[in-house]
């Protein structure tokens, strides 16, 4: 029988089990390595501490992470209208994220409009300080007055503004799993994608919209 403390995640036929027992007494870079993976941070002089975010091997932990989740919800840097991809601007894969999921998001004011220009209206436009803030706070709602949310993934954002909101998640509001989807990693995440090239994001980025196809 499995502990209730345990970690499930299924990737594609498998599931990984994890107690929390065996991570606590882990380096970031050793429980990296029980993934498959050793990564650092993309801005190295930054040291983030012992603990660090699990590394993202296959797209579809995200997925399960998701599926998984009662509460979830994706917070947006004003990046998502610049970057562009193959199949259109960071924005248009969030959406597809978004309507795929069904997870409402939390942008920048002034990407908001970004959002409505292209009749998504599941938006709510919020400072980035005041949505960390409101992330941190146990009495907080949510965005559609849910409750607290479980599960944030973080995307579009300056290397260094991700940064420092994960990591003010990490100490004062442990109970949310935190997820970056960028393309460099952040430690400071529960689980992040590791550095990786804009065509890998990508295919990363497609792999996950294809997986929350699947029911």
Known sequence: MRSSKSLRIRVGKKILYRTQHYYRGLSGREVNKSMGVAVE????????????????????????????????????????????????????????????????????????????????????????????NRLVDPEWMGLEGKGMHDLAIFVGFTYYVGWLILSGLKHFSPQIKTVSIDMHYQPHASWSLPNMSLNDWEKNLEALIEGLEVK
């Open 41 to 132: 941070p993309w801005q190295t002089a930054e040291i983030p501490g012992p603990k660090k975010a699990l590394s993202i091997n296959n797209p579809q932990i995200v997925t399960s992470l998701i599926k998984r989740s009662k509460n979830p919800i994706i917070v947006v840097g004003h990046k998502a209208a610049e970057i562009q991809l193959k199949n259109g601007l960071l924005i248009d894969y969030i959406i597809r994220i978004s309507e795929k999921a069904g997870i409402p998001i939390a942008s920048t004011p002034s990407l908001q409009s970004e959002f409505i220009k292209r009749g998504f209206s599941r938006v709510v436009g919020m400072p980035l300080v005041d949505i960390a």
